[in-house]
């Protein structure tokens, strides 16, 4: 699974991915994601949130010529982006021959308190 | 979100955006070379040029969704500023874009934000964004924002 050019202009990197389930994205804490002082831009964490998205439904696709559009998405925004790595994971909630509905949650010390979730629809082209 | 804070005058200082992103702006907002167009009472326009490292589909060099929402959190951001004439400390709460179509490869991305509606916690923000032709838009945006001090 090769990550686009912004991904890594993001610094995010594949952390893990294991028991079938989506792969777990890693972003560093760097000054090109930093919003105000101490704290994550918002723009940083939505862009995290898709790229955790879009990989989830390359992940459940497995088909090199199948593509997904982004249709929309909407992003909760529920801690502020503290200094250190944030991770996100998609889930492919629904997966029809035309559309695909994905969420992300994006977490940094303790998953169960995430700090971002996206809701996500993609038209998909085979 | 944001970018440094204004020079204070009094509690908060009234907001020039133009000055905020003629200041060479760092974090993400530099990184992405986002920059200033124009602006209004409640609301701003913002640019983002493309560039190679923003590019989400490497077939098709087009630029990555990911880069519109920072632009457009940017621009609803800001159009918040203006709307209340001063900087109040502020996060977005949600978020939402429909992709009416893809950016075009290499044409700068031009996002505009409107502040609407301002109570004393919540900001209501909407926008578009498109790459050359404000008539035919590439994205909609509707967002809320909450402020993280006390009223002005």
Known sequence: ?126 | MTAPAPSPAGAFGPFDPRRLFEARMGGHVGALGMGYRAHGDDWIELELPYADRLIGDPETGVMASGAILALMDMACGASIWLANRAFRPQATLDLRIDYLRPATPRNSVIGRAECYRLTRSIAFVRGQAHDGDAADPLAQVAATFMFTSAPL
């Open chain 1, 1 to 126: 699974m090769t990550l686009p050019p912004y991904a890594e202009f993001l610094g995010v990197t594949v952390e893990r991915s294991d028991d079938g389930r989506p792969p777990v994205l890693v972003m560093p804490f760097t000054s090109d994601v930093l919003g105000r002082p101490g704290f994550l831009h918002g723009g940083a964490i939505g862009g995290l949130l898709e790229m955790a998205a879009i990989v989830a439904l390359w992940h459940a696709l497995d088909d090199d010529s199948a593509r997904g559009k982004p249709i929309g998405v909407t992003v909760d925004y529920m801690r502020g982006g503290r200094e250190g790595p944030t991770r996100a994971q998609g889930t492919v909630t629904r997966l029809g021959s035309r559309i695909a509905n994905v969420e992300a949650v994006a977490w940094q010390d303790d998953s169960a308190k995430p700090i971002a979730s996206a809701r996500m629809n993609y038209l998909l082209t085979r």
